[in-house]
Structures are given as structure tokens and as C-alpha cells.
């Protein structure tokens, strides 16, 4: 036991860990009050489990889950009307970070590729 305790405390000394933030966009059927929790509920686990399949000798751990059913009226987030992909403009407030960059032009949200090239945000 005084051997495995000496391992841990060998190993928290000589790593650090990190928290990863992965964003998974998923299309689920709506419903008059959001999404369908039971299909929710059964991607969220299954995500869950795809970390715990990843091959690493650092052994990735779920840590928690958190949804948020994107709503443009309510939330700075958009399609972008170049090529259709979920944005957030980064020039207004509340910016969603797992979004992609974004900017409005011509009343138009554009994603950062396809911001004209001379935008500031333009990739
Ligand atoms: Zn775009």
C-alpha cells in the first residue's frame, strides 16, 4: 500500500493536469420546448464513452458534459451565409468560443473564412 501511495504521489508531482473543452455540434429533432432529451441524453453518453476509448498512456477521463441548444434570436450565434456553418460574432458581446469566429457584414454573419479578405477577422 505505502508503495502505491508513494507511486501517486510520484506521478501528481510530475504531471499537471488539463482540462480539454471539445465542442460537438449535433442536429437533433426539435421539439416545442427544445430538443429531445432521451436522444440528448444518449449522445451525451456515448461521448462520454468515446473518451474512454481513446488509446493514451495518460488516461483520459470524462469530466462533464455541458449542452446548450444553440438559439440565434437569443444567443450571438448564426448560420453563416457563406457556406452555412454555426458562427459567433466576435465583435459582440457574449461570444460563444466553441463557435466558429465570426463577424456581421452587410447585415450578413460571415464565419471567418468567409469574411471578405481585407475583414480583420477574416482567416
Ligand atoms: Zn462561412
Do not use: Y
Amino acid at each position: 500500500m505505502l508503495v502505491i501511495l508513494a507511486k501517486e504521489r510520484a506521478l501528481a508531482a510530475s504531471t499537471k493536469t488539463v482540462l480539454i473543452t471539445l465542442h460537438v455540434l449535433v442536429d437533433l429533432p426539435a421539439e416545442a420546448d427544445g430538443v429531445n432529451s432521451d436522444l440528448l441524453h444518449e449522445v451525451s453518453i456515448q461521448l462520454e464513452d468515446a473518451v474512454g476509448q481513446i488509446d493514451s498512456p495518460f488516461t483520459p477521463k470524462w469530466s462533464g458534459t455541458e449542452v446548450a441548444v444553440l438559439d440565434p434570436s437569443t444567443m450571438n450565434c448564426g448560420r453563416c451565409k457563406g457556406c452555412g456553418c454555426w458562427a459567433s460574432d466576435r465583435d459582440k458581446p457574449e461570444f460563444l468560443g466553441g463557435l466558429n469566429v465570426g463577424a456581421v457584414v452587410d447585415g450578413d454573419l460571415l464565419c471567418d473564412e468567409c469574411l471578405p479578405l481585407d475583414h480583420p477577422r477574416a482567416f
